[in-house]
């Protein structure tokens, strides 16, 4: 089974802002996840919840219009060309050893923009997976 975080969609419960050492956290409530089955079946869900652990972190945007539901999201790899497509998603678990930027814009209006020496993205212990019926 392969689960992949879809940043649109996701719900943003909590930010960490970095400490003195650049450590920050991003909690989602909600992942929008597609996961692939070992049949090869594709289902469209929510893991709840996800953590993502960012290392040398910068942050720009306020932190308190930045909660809810993400209306776009990507990151994108330092030293990538200008014009290389930023991903909007990721596979899961994910980690990251080199310098990337993270983008996010929020529904109701917010962005925050994370600059990171490295990161990750695990799933908790405690995550379930639910299954969407949107048609």
């Given at each position: 089974?392969?689960?992949?975080?879809?940043?649109?969609?996701?719900?943003?419960?909590?930010?960490?802002?970095?400490?003195?050492?650049?450590?920050?956290?991003?909690?989602?409530?909600?992942?929008?996840?597609?996961?692939?089955?070992?049949?090869?079946?594709?289902?469209?869900?929510?893991?709840?919840?996800?953590?993502?652990?960012?290392?040398?972190?910068?942050l720009a945007?306020?932190?308190?219009?930045?909660?809810?539901?993400?209306?776009?999201?990507?990151?994108?790899?330092?030293?990538?060309?200008?014009?290389?497509?930023?991903?909007?998603?990721?596979?899961?678990?994910?980690?990251?050893?080199?310098?990337?930027?993270?983008?996010?814009?929020?529904?109701?209006?917010?962005?925050?923009?994370?600059?990171?020496?490295?990161?990750?993205?695990?799933?908790?212990?405690?995550?379930r997976f639910?299954?969407?019926?949107?048609?």
């Amino acid at each position: 089974m392969r689960d992949t975080l879809i940043w649109h969609g996701s719900e943003l419960m909590a930010v960490q802002a970095p400490d003195a050492q650049g450590s920050m956290v991003l909690r989602l409530s909600a992942a929008h996840v597609q996961r692939v089955d070992e049949s090869g079946a594709r289902l469209e869900g929510y893991l709840k919840p996800v953590t993502v652990n960012l290392t040398q972190a910068t942050l720009a945007g306020q932190v308190s219009d930045c909660v809810g539901q993400i209306s776009e999201g990507s990151w994108r790899a330092a030293g990538e060309a200008a014009q290389a497509h930023a991903q909007d998603c990721m596979a899961l678990p994910w980690h990251m050893g080199r310098p990337f930027s993270l983008n996010l814009r929020f529904r109701l209006g917010g962005t925050l923009l994370i600059q990171a020496q490295g990161a990750s993205c695990v799933v908790d212990d405690d995550a379930r997976f639910f299954e969407s019926h949107a048609c």
